[in-house]
């Protein structure tokens, strides 16, 4: 027998915590209950710990190839994936100025016609006959800001929910949205058409967002975003709502004093807290902002560390796991991004940037072509390196490549710092769960 690859292990108290990211089994063994699964292991005998340990995918066979099982399995889970994962961006206009936007520097006056609707639709209709397995055509309405180009919005839900009644697909609608414009009449329109996901950021208390998150003339955004977001969950409109609070070195400090705010909200267990780290861009203004303000990788962990031990304390719910990548829209089958430009892309962040256009929906037939940045021999250097967080991060983020090295296809690997960060989080996750169940 041998320790899977995907085995994080961490030393705390005299206790060994045990985390398996490949199946997400979860065990603490006291240090001798370790030595003597290490002495079973070399002797080939068993106990009970060792069993358990088997059972959980912990222990494998010595033959066992782990890469070619997970490469295999992660083929297959692609190859059968039955969602259509398309963004479409109405518009790239915003009404925000965010000094750190990261689609800063691109072209912000492109806006979708009614023509372009009926393109794309008749594009995603050929997609859906050349796919009869698709099930779920799961649309996200993105920016810029998708409130900025609206009234285009409600001729292309009912265009596409025609288009999915006719190959017999279910329309599935997301939105994200600064939520500034999210009215209630939009939000009650967004109802038919099996809305499940909206995204919204808010920096902070009111003070600190609206000086990060402002209107193009500089009015606060804070109480309106607010207002509409309490119009979703007093009408129980959406189950949950994805809260991003994005931190630099200027608003970092008065995180938790919002985190504090937002627990004491009524709806405080519908909302999924993401702290969002602010990335550098290309040159922009937005790129000379975050020289100034953004963290290294060793500061940032521990502000996520500490920022996640406040949140979970007060009873918030945050993902107890952080990566810079994962299997996302630029790595899958069935994903596509559509910018009102004419270009579609794979990775939302490099929309409106030369170097992420993979075709022209506007003037090319079957114009999606299972275009993907997914390069399984990219793995190779991840196994190379027997990192455990390769199911979480999936040789990591193509557009942080691009930032990095110019190359979208080299792994900007952080394997050591999240390694660390992700021991931390796991103890974190236990001792919590530990103190709810006395």
């Known amino acids: 027998m041998k320790w899977t690859i995907f085995k994080i292990e961490d030393y705390k108290y005299n206790s060994i915590l045990l985390l398996n990211t490949f199946n997400e089994a ?21 106990n009970e710990n060792l069993k358990v340990l088997v059972n959980e995918g ?67 209709n050929l997609y859906l006959k050349k796919y009869v397995n698709i099930r ?161 990788t060793k500061e940032q962990i521990n502000c996520h560390y500490e920022l996640y031990s406040i949140a979970t304390s007060l009873g918030l719910n945050v993902s107890d796991k952080f990566v810079y990548g994962s299997l996302c829209t630029s790595k899958l089958k069935h994903s596509y991004i559509i910018s009102p430009d004419g270009f579609l892309h794979k990775c939302l962040s490099m929309v409106g940037r030369d170097k992420g256009i993979v075709d022209n929906w506007r003037n090319n037939k079957n114009c999606f072509n299972n275009y993907s940045m997914l390069k399984y021999k990219l793995y190779d250097k991840c196994f190379e390196k027997n990192c455990p967080l390769i199911p979480y991060c999936h040789t990591d983020c193509r557009f942080d490549s691009l930032i990095k090295y110019n190359d979208v296809y080299k792994v900007f690997c952080r394997k050591d710092e999240l390694l660390e960060l992700n021991k931390r989080l796991m103890r974190k996750k236990y001792e919590n769960e530990c103190r709810k169940s006395k």
């Open 58 to 124: 912990f222990l494998v066979d010595d033959n066992l190839d782990e890469k070619e099982i997970f490469i295999d399995n992660l083929k297959t889970e692609i190859n059968n994936d039955y969602n259509f994962i398309l963004h479409i961006l109405p518009t790239t206009a915003c009404n925000f100025k965010c000094s750190y936007c990261y689609q800063d520097g691109i072209e912000r006056q492109h806006f979708l016609s009614v023509n372009d609707i009926k393109i794309i639709g008749e594009e995603i």
């Open 136 to 296: 779920n055509l799961k649309l996200i309405i993105h920016g810029g800001e998708p409130t900025m180009n609206w009234k285009i919005v409600p001729f292309m839900m009912n265009y596409l929910q025609h288009i999915c009644n006719n190959n017999n697909v279910k329309l599935m609608t997301s939105i994200v949205s600064n939520g500034y414009e999210l009215t209630s009449e939009k939000i009650e329109f967004l109802k038919f058409f099996d809305w499940y996901r909206f995204q919204v950021t808010l920096d902070g208390i009111k003070e600190v967002h609206d000086s990060r998150r402002m209107l193009k003339n500089g009015a606060g955004t804070f109480d309106r975003i607010i207002q509409n977001i309490e119009y979703i969950m007093k009408n129980d409109i959406l189950d949950k709502i994805d809260l991003r609070i994005n931190y630099d070195k200027s608003n970092y400090d008065q995180v938790p004093l919002f985190l504090k705010y937002l627990s004491n909200k009524d709806y405080r267990k519908k909302l999924n807290i993401s702290l969002g780290y602010i990335t550098q861009t290309v040159n922009s203004n937005a790129h000379e902002y975050m020289k100034k303000e953004q963290f290294n």
């Open 26 to 46: 979860l065990i603490e063994l006291s240090e001798e209950e370790k030595e003597d699964v290490e002495e079973s292991i070399k002797n080939n005998t068993s």
